[in-house]
């Protein structure tokens, strides 16, 4: 009887050491695979950080920070981002303030170009209310340097005529400059009457004149009217000369 117990001991002495050497290469694979874990992890993110700059997905700098809209950033300091409806951030002089002058570029960022162009004319507005030039013989000979600044526009001028009817005089109209494959109109009317005395068109330059007419009173505000049919240019100048004589 005490035979068989030692047997069975030593049958089962093989699983008995199988079962401890499985118990310690489950734990050792357990605390291999964890630190794999761990490095792999810490690789991962040291790439990412390279990769990106420090910064993160979201807009952040990395440092959870939210990044600022560019197109709310005045950048050119004009006191206007493109979000405030600067055209041109880039340029200081471009702003929905700016005054638009006559240089080809949207400087108020409106659509529209050089509307303000017409400040640089020393007559203007002249469309809206004729410049008053005093009388049409004194001085006898007048030079208007002016220029239109868009085929809207208009410059109108007035003398005041005081005619006799036993005077004749005459009145000599010139106007040069006219931008290339641009047609303007140079027209004269008596304001007091009504009567329209002289319209003349062209390019490049008009010659015109008034003669008086004997026994005819002409006496009155005369307005001398410049327009563009087509082609006007703010960027130049047109010479309107008036020269009186009798």
């Known amino acids: 009887m005490r035979a068989l117990p030692r047997l069975l001991l030593l049958l089962l002495a093989p699983f008995g050491l199988w079962a401890c050497d499985f118990s310690a290469a489950t734990q050792i694979t357990g605390e291999d695979s964890g630190q794999g874990r761990a490095l ?30 560019p197109a709310t950033t005045d950048d050119d300091g004009d006191g206007y981002s493109e979000v405030q409806g600067d055209c041109d951030d880039a340029d200081q002089s471009v702003s929905p303030d700016a005054v638009d002058g006559c240089d080809g570029i949207d400087e108020n960022c409106d659509g529209i170009i050089d509307e303000d162009a017409w400040r640089a004319d020393p007559y203007e507005p002249n469309d809206a209310s004729p410049s008053l030039l005093g009388a049409i013989d004194d ?104 020269q009186f004589s009798d």
Not at 151 to 169: K, L, M, P, T
Not at 177 to 200: A, C, F, K, W
Not at 218 to 234: K, M, N, P, Q
């Open 40 to 69: 792999d992890s810490g690789g991962l993110g040291a790439a990412d950080g390279a990769a990106d700059g420090g910064s993160g997905q979201d807009g952040s700098d990395g440092n959870g920070d939210e990044q600022p809209d």
């Open 139 to 242: 001085p006898a000979l007048h030079n208007l340097t002016a220029s239109l600044h868009d085929d809207g526009d208009v410059d109108r001028y007035r003398f005041e005529v005081v005619d006799g009817g036993w005077s004749i005089f005459r009145v000599d109209l010139g106007l040069s400059g006219i931008p290339d494959g641009g047609v303007y109109l140079l027209q004269v009317e008596n304001v007091s009457t009504g009567e329209r005395l002289l319209v003349e068109e062209g390019s490049g330059s008009i010659a015109a004149s008034i003669d008086d007419q004997l026994l005819h009173d002409d006496s009155g505000l005369w307005e001398i009217s410049v327009r563009a049919r087509s082609g006007a240019d703010c960027a130049r100048s047109y010479l309107l000369t008036v």
